[in-house]
């Protein structure tokens, strides 16, 4: 069990398997990286069914408003960030949209395939390389256990959906497997507040279906191998105002990692791994296209405890991705990226209150180079009293559409175009009142190279053109959280953020990030078979300019989430039935506002409509564990 280093910010969490890679965001806590973690334990006993859902209402400090419900893509501001600076992982592994770095991969996440979701805060570009601008949220799968055991669980929600998922693993002598499986499927909810007109297909449905299986196998005590694959097989529907597109997606997910820790001083580890997404995307009655990616890769990384009082770790990793969109014409080019990294950390043996760590990362593809670095300690002021700081550089490579896109209705790709590059400081204060912790922490980030769009001189056929401007865009704010026992059962978390995002050269609240969120949590848990979870989130005022409509406001609301689970079989606890109410006031919100020309109208008439959060929604389900 690892030690709670940062008592207002990890809950103590047991990891099975000690190798390299699973235990590297805990290392990085310990020493000044802010982590929060997610078990698979509150995702159930909260009843949601993906993952964006769980660090919707479970994580302080993430700003999160989903763009329609559950399996769907997610608008995240981790710390003030954009979408595109936050790293999305499954199992150590990228799995970012490398064609638009803004686009969030959450959408076909099913909460039972998840063992825990670890959620880094700030600048983790040394170890985790583009797009950890704002930080890492890492989505670990279910583990290997020795004994044989299994689960199923069927339930419905009140928009005619149905959710069903199982799981069965165990081990037979130096042999570990575990497979899991599930299907959620709904037709959703309205998800416009205004329609065109004659505009009948207005809910936005899904059907997505989940299968993954990993093997291990112990060659001795200290060397193991690890393979698994995950596929999902999704159909996706993305409503406008006017019709309904479709995303029809298959995407796979193989990775082979090999683990050999020959002595106390020496710990490392191989991963290869291979993703694929092919998406055919078409608009009824419209033919399909294509749009999709592939990204295979190497990473080597090694732990030395060479001399008393330090720890060096160095690797290596290889990335070779290919992305092509025939909907918004993205040509098909291959990009390679290699990199080299290397931190060195101070030990127990050097002191048992001071940790210290500082590292440097080397990039390079064939168009460009870019070097990073990291600086973070930790100090145990007392038992119960904890400084953290952090302090470093991170980056963001270009994606393909900024590269290489060719449709004459957008921007055009500029292949010369740098990364972009962020300065991060990170400091946090917590500790404990007895039974309560809480923590503050702030941060300020910078981002330099900033790409976006020049319409001064644009090439011809083209609107205007990718490209790398000197000014900054700005985030800075605090998080203040406080979590802990009442008695009686219940348990609780309070946590509020304020973010001040500034776009680059003016003093003015980017559009669309609220400068103030909160979040809160009560569970309570009896001798007998009963257990409760509320959850709320609050989301302040933000601004948009909206075409022909000038700034309009929304956001400034309350979202609360009601779940609760009963035991069947209380002297055996297999049997368990769930309940969860998504909603729980049925509160009316809007996450955007835009405008569109209705049509038929002369002259030209734009009409106003807004993006409407998830209706109040009903789910019921009945598990058994075997």
């Known amino acids: 069990r690892e030690p709670d280093v940062r008592p207002a910010a990890v809950d103590d969490v047991e990891v099975v398997a000690q190798n390299l890679e699973q235990t590297l965001p805990l290392t990085l806590a310990q020493y000044g990286s802010p982590l929060e973690i997610v078990t698979a334990k509150q995702i159930k006993d909260s009843g949601f069914i993906d993952v964006v859902q769980a660090l919707e209402l479970l994580v302080p400090g993430v700003t999160v408003s989903t763009q329609a419900g559950a399996f769907s893509y997610a608008n995240i501001s981790l710390q003030g960030s954009r979408n595109s600076d936050v790293l999305w992982t499954i199992d150590g592994v990228r799995i970012g949209n490398r064609l638009y770095n803004s686009t969030s991969p959450a959408d076909t996440l099913p909460a039972s395939m998840v063992e825990r979701v670890e959620v880094l805060k700030g600048g983790q570009g040394l170890f985790y390389g583009t797009q950890a601008v704002a930080g890492v949220i890492n989505v670990v799968t279910r583990p290997f256990t020795e004994e044989w055991k299994g689960a199923v669980s069927a339930g419905l929600d009140s928009n ?88 029809d997606r298959k995407e796979t997910i193989a990775i082979g990692r090999l683990d050999y820790t020959p002595s106390d001083r020496v710990q490392l580890y191989l991963k290869a791994y291979h993703h694929q997404w092919d998406t055919d995307y078409y608009t009824r009655p419209a033919p399909s296209a294509y749009w999709g990616y592939e990204d295979f890769g ?9 001399n008393k009082g330090l720890a060096y770790t160095v690797g290596y990793e290889f990335q070779n991705y290919r992305g092509r969109d025939d909907v918004l014409l993205i040509a098909g080019e291959t990009e390679q990226v290699h990199a080299a990294f290397g931190q060195i950390r101070t030990t127990d043996d050097f002191s048992r209150k001071l940790r210290l760590a500082a590292g440097v990362r080397v990039n390079s593809t064939p168009k460009t180079d870019s070097t990073v670095w990291n600086l973070s300690g930790a100090y145990d002021i007392t038992d119960n009293l904890h400084f953290d700081a952090m302090v470093g550089t991170s980056f963001l490579l270009p994606d393909a559409q900024q590269l290489y896109g060719i449709d004459d209705c957008c921007a055009r790709g500029n292949p010369a175009l740098k990364p972009e590059e962020s300065f991060n400081i990170n400091v946090g204060l917590s500790g404990r009142i007895g039974d309560q912790a809480w923590l503050i922490s702030g941060w300020d980030r910078r981002i330099d190279n900033l790409i976006t769009t020049d319409a001064s001189n644009p090439p011809a056929g083209y609107p205007s053109l990718f490209v790398n401007i000197d000014a900054e865009v700005k985030a800075r704010g605090f998080e203040v959280t406080t979590r802990g026992p009442l008695g009686a059962g219940f348990n609780y978390l309070l946590s509020y953020t304020y973010s ?67 035991w069947l079989d209380p002297s055996n606890r297999t049997r368990r039935l769930n309940v969860r109410v998504e909603n729980l006031f049925d509160t009316n919100y809007a996450t955007s506002a835009a405008s569109a020309v209705l049509t038929g109208s002369s002259p030209s008439t734009r009409f106003l409509y807004h993006r409407l959060g998830a209706p109040r929604t009903f789910y019921v389900s009945l598990s058994q564990s075997f």
């Open 500 to 566: 001040q995002e500034r776009a680059r050269g003016t003093n003015v609240q980017i559009a669309g990030r609220p400068e103030h969120s909160g979040k809160a949590t009560l569970s309570w848990r009896s001798d007998g078979p009963f257990g409760a979870d509320l959850s709320a989130k609050y989301i302040g005022q933000t601004e948009s300019v909206v075409s022909g409509f000038g700034t309009q406001a929304y956001g400034d609301y309350w979202v609360a989430n009601l779940g609760g689970h009963v």
């Open 160 to 247: 005619d959906g149905s959710h069903l998922n199982g799981s069965v693993g165990g081990g037979i002598g130096r042999h570990r497997v575990v497979l899991w499986g599930s299907r959620d499927q709904s037709d959703g909810y309205e998800l416009y507040d205004a329609y065109q007109p004659n505009t009948d297909l207005k809910n936005r449905t899904y059907d997505v279906r989940s299968l993954g299986l990993k093997y291990g196998y112990a060659f001795t005590d200290d060397l193991h191998l690890t393979a698994q694959y995950i596929l999902t097989d999704a159909k996706l529907d993305y409503p406008s105002v006017r019709g309904v597109s479709v995303n």
């Open 298 to 306: 190497l990473n080597a990384m090694a732990e030395l405890k060479l």
